[in-house]
């Protein structure tokens, strides 16, 4: 099974360059504001937007050499990401990030979307003092592009409503936007052309949208344990994922409505929570979400195919295996 480690390793040391960086630009002045941030930075998770952008940029660059504009274009997509998940969870009022209290859970609320506006705030600061205006113009519209999937997903989660076509273009907002920029921006970052950078964005994309139908089967087959998440905490949250999709548009009007009519009560009743990850299961809504991962990521390494054989290129292949593969 493929690992981050494995695919790391023609990095691994430009990503610790690349942690030291990050520390030296992103501190706060004040107890409160200085230990969230150290906490958020201290759980930055795999780390897979850097590992993109950078896997991408030395793939690109004629000598495989990646320097501080890399280092840059990581860092901005890295920070949007954690500032985009401390929001969602004061949005989810979810108690816990990667197994550990998420920062409302330990700071409430208020603080954390404070410490997620600082996150964003600073990070815009660096960006605009570096005076490398391309890459930052490049990555700062995905933030706009993210709320609109958090709004789109909060407002059709509240009617329960979530089509094939709305789950598309909620996860391409909301998940596959900032690894496509991921990419991109490592490009961009090494001086690709224009052809290249737009490959790249191509190939985050693709691979973005499987990342999170990929996740969203954990939901269905996965336990807290392994995760770090709670148990079908999507259905608890009456989000209609792939899964699910797959298995409403082939049920009849009744047994619609029965799934359907369990989802709208699985926060405060786990055995519908059960009811509805069983059926999901039973009746190929797993498989049939599957099949549509894999042809993204097929997808994806088609994009690959179009570069030259090198180290980089083989650690973006096997990231579509590994996404192939998850488990957590």
């Not at 990667?98 to 330990?106: D, L, M």
């Not at 509240?158 to 990419?183: C, H, N, P, Q």
């Amino acid at each position: 099974m493929v690992t981050i480690d494995t695919i790391r390793k023609p990095i691994e040391a430009e990503l610790a360059e690349f942690d030291s960086f990050v520390r030296s630009h992103f501190s706060a002045e004040g107890g409160l504001l200085s230990e969230m941030l150290e906490y958020v930075l201290s759980s930055r998770g795999k780390g897979i937007r850097p590992m993109i952008a950078m896997l991408s940029a030395a793939m690109i660059s004629p000598s495989g050499t990646i320097g501080k504009r890399t280092y840059l274009a990581a860092m901005l997509v890295e920070m949007i990401h954690m500032a985009s998940l401390i929001h969602d969870d004061v949005i989810d009022d979810a108690d816990k990030r990667r197994g550990r209290p998420s920062v409302n859970a330990r700071w409430q609320s208020k603080n954390a979307v404070l410490a997620g506006d600082y996150v964003l705030a600073r990070n815009m600061d660096i960006g605009m003092s570096s005076g490398q205006y391309d890459i930052v113009s490049h990555v700062i519209r995905t933030i706009a592009t993210l709320c609109e999937g958090e709004v789109l997903q909060g407002d059709h989660a509240s009617k329960m409503d979530t089509s094939r076509e709305d789950y598309f273009e909620i996860i391409g907002k909301k998940t596959a936007s900032l690894i496509a920029v991921s990419a991109s921006a490592g490009a961009l970052s090494v001086k690709g052309t224009p052809a290249q950078i737009a490959a790249m964005h191509r190939f985050g994309e693709a691979a973005g949208m499987a990342f999170q139908i990929a996740d969203d089967i954990l939901d269905y087959t996965s336990q807290s344990s392994v995760t770090g998440k709670p148990v079908n905490a999507d259905i608890r949250e009456r989000k209609i994922t792939l899964p699910l999709i797959e298995v409403l548009e082939r049920a009849d009007a009744e047994h619609r409505r029965e799934l359907l009519d369990a989802v709208a009560v699985c926060a405060d009743d786990p055995s519908k929570a059960e009811f509805v990850r069983s059926a999901v299961e039973r009746e190929g809504g797993i498989e049939r979400a599957r099949e549509v991962m894999k042809a993204y990521l097929q997808r994806a390494m088609s994009v690959l195919s179009q570069f030259e054989p090198s180290p980089y290129r083989e650690s973006l292949t096997q990231f579509c295996s590994y996404v192939a593969e998850r488990e957590k």
